[in-house]
């Protein structure tokens, strides 16, 4: 039978919770467990599909097609291993399968309450992945904060399962906030103390509690945490801000977070563990040979979670560059052809990210071109490589009017189109074109440079297409479909040929990309990007001799 950890948090929101959990799990991964993490968020909404990634950030696609929180995308790029439906559950979709179950007379005209027949779907939902003999432990991260009314049900879901299961099978860890008053140059533990005696009225009382802190913890402040919160002082665990979301592991290793839980699910302790590999990926990550200036042109830039995937899949890719990249935000709304010299000559590679809607969408039309003319590495995502097709259309094409019928239903060009199977949908939530898809990659061409194969699978997330009604005319022009669905014929990856790296893909390649395996797409582009800088150094040095 499996082990189950449940992850809570108190006193305030965005103490890395997801982190805490993914890097938990990593180190028991690496002493040989077979380990898998899910997020329960206390939102309403069935999944966060339909959300704005200004309310939550972006959205997460798992294989099988399930849109899902952003913390699976930090589970599954600290474990290497992919997440799936069952691991994100919300209120929305609990409170949905129990109404239907009330509609349809399963519960024999009993009156449907909270307790037990929502807390009974929270529990059947929690110990779902640990059924099957596949996994040794599951960890379950609950969203929100200790307090919140929204998270009520779920803490008492883990009361009862405490109760349930057990001692040996069942461990709760609290994260938790230890201020630094800088005034009084000391460390407070008032919060935590009102977090865990809260958690404690509700009946669910913590075996581990991590604190948070910009400041070290002394040991009498670990013995005072404990005596207050009733736990043992080797259950109290430091997590220090660090550089890099990367290094928090290895903290943990070094506060022995992954002994301590061990110890108390009764789970041997004797194997180190094996992370080798992860050393390997942060030494090159903190030491890196060269730099570049990458700019990301997107109109959610303001939240970083927004893009989330990707500004990590950068992460990977400049590691195995041994190349730091620097990320330059720009808002495609802030982008006319009058300014996009001066915002965009100083960089090595631009990406245009994905996106819905017609805002900014001609700044990102503006920044294609500009890469295209002047040779710079671009790469373009989902929405960014459709914005490449309709800029090719109106510039090298000489279609004007040229446009995706998302945001111009009535252009005479509409190089971009709604898929096939989208036409008849009208409900917006879990209706596109979700998850794994293969794709075909033409022999010869910079896509099978990149990925070393002809036959690949990447996510997916959209309801626009390349419209194959113009695939002469832009096969003519020399924009080569160098990627297409075998079963669809749906144009997944566009190129230039005669470019150093122009790349649009219609799939989300950072979706896949990990600390072991980056995505490739990413390595190739920051490997232009590269070589771009140094030959743009280059050519600087020499000028700087001849004057």
Not at 64 to 74: N, Q, R, S, W
Request: net charge negative; charged share 25%.
């Amino acid at each position: 039978m499996a082990k189950y950890i449940f992850v809570t948090g108190g006193v305030t929101s965005s103490l890395g919770k997801g982190i805490i959990a993914a890097s938990l799990a990593k180190l028991l991964q690496a002493r040989g467990f077979r380990v898998t993490i899910q997020k329960f968020d206390p939102y309403i909404n069935v999944d966060p599909g339909t959300l704005n990634p200004y309310e939550h950030g972006e959205c997460y696609v798992t294989e099988d097609g399930a849109e899902t929180d952003l913390d699976l995308g930090h589970y599954e790029r600290f474990l290497n291993t992919p997440t799936s439906q069952a691991n994100n559950v919300t209120t929305g979709r609990i409170y949905q399968t129990v109404i239907n179950k009330e509609r349809e007379g399963a519960y024999l005209g009993k009156t449907v309450q909270v307790i037990p027949h929502i807390t009974d779907e929270i529990k059947r939902r929690i110990l779902l992945l640990g059924k099957d003999g596949k996994f040794d432990i599951v960890i379950t991260e609950l969203g929100g904060t200790v307090g919140d009314i929204e998270s009520l049900p779920y803490i008492e879901a883990v009361r009862q399962l405490q109760w349930e299961l057990g001692e040996e099978d069942c461990l709760v860890v609290h994260l938790t906030l230890i201020p630094y008053l800088r005034a009084a140059k000391e460390l407070k533990t008032k919060p935590t103390q009102h977090s865990v005696r809260l958690l404690s009225e509700y009946g669910v009382h913590p075996d581990i509690i991590v604190c948070r802190t910009e400041e070290p913890l002394y040991r009498d402040l670990k013995k005072k945490i404990a005596l207050f919160c009733n736990v043992q002082v080797d259950a109290v665990i430091e997590a220090n801000d660090v550089p890099t979301i990367y290094e928090v592991p290895l903290e943990m290793m070094r506060e022995k977070l992954d002994v301590s839980v061990l110890k108390r699910l009764g789970l041997p302790v004797e194997k180190e563990p094996e992370l080798a590999k992860w050393r390997e990926f942060l030494d090159k990550l903190k030491y890196p040979k060269s730099k570049v200036t990458i700019g990301l042109i997107g109109k959610y830039v303001e939240l970083q979670d927004a893009y989330k995937s990707i500004l990590e899949s950068f992460i990977h890719a400049g590691s195995l560059n041994e190349c730091k990249v620097v990320v330059q935000n720009i808002h495609s709304e802030h982008l006319t052809p009058e300014n996009v010299c001066e915002k965009l000559k100083n960089l090595d590679g631009l990406l245009v990210a994905p996106g819905f809607g017609h805002r900014g969408i001609e700044g990102k039309i503006t920044a294609i071109q500009y890469a295209r003319e002047n040779k710079l590495p671009f790469f373009g995502i989902c929405l960014g490589m459709q914005m490449s097709v309709v800029e090719y259309a109106r510039n090298v094409l000489g279609w004007k009017d040229a446009h995706s019928v998302e945001m111009n239903p009535d252009t005479a060009h509409p190089v971009i189109n709604l898929m096939e199977e989208q036409k008849k949908v009208t409900a917006k939530g879990g209706t596109m074109r979700l998850g794994a898809y293969a794709c075909e990659i033409t022999p010869g061409t910079k896509a099978e440079e990149i990925y070393g194969s002809t036959s690949i699978s990447e996510r997916h997330r959209h309801r626009y297409e390349f419209n194959n009604d113009y695939v002469q005319q832009f096969e003519a022009a020399g924009l080569r479909l160098s990627g297409k669905n075998p079963e669809s014929g749906l144009v997944e990856i566009v190129e230039l040929s005669e470019h150093p790296f122009f790349v649009g893909v219609q799939f989300h390649p950072e979706l896949k990309s990990t600390v072991e395996n980056p995505a490739p797409i990413f390595v190739s582009f920051i490997k232009a990007a590269k070589q771009y800088a140094e030959a743009k150094n280059g050519k600087a040095k020499m000028e700087e001799k001849l004057a």
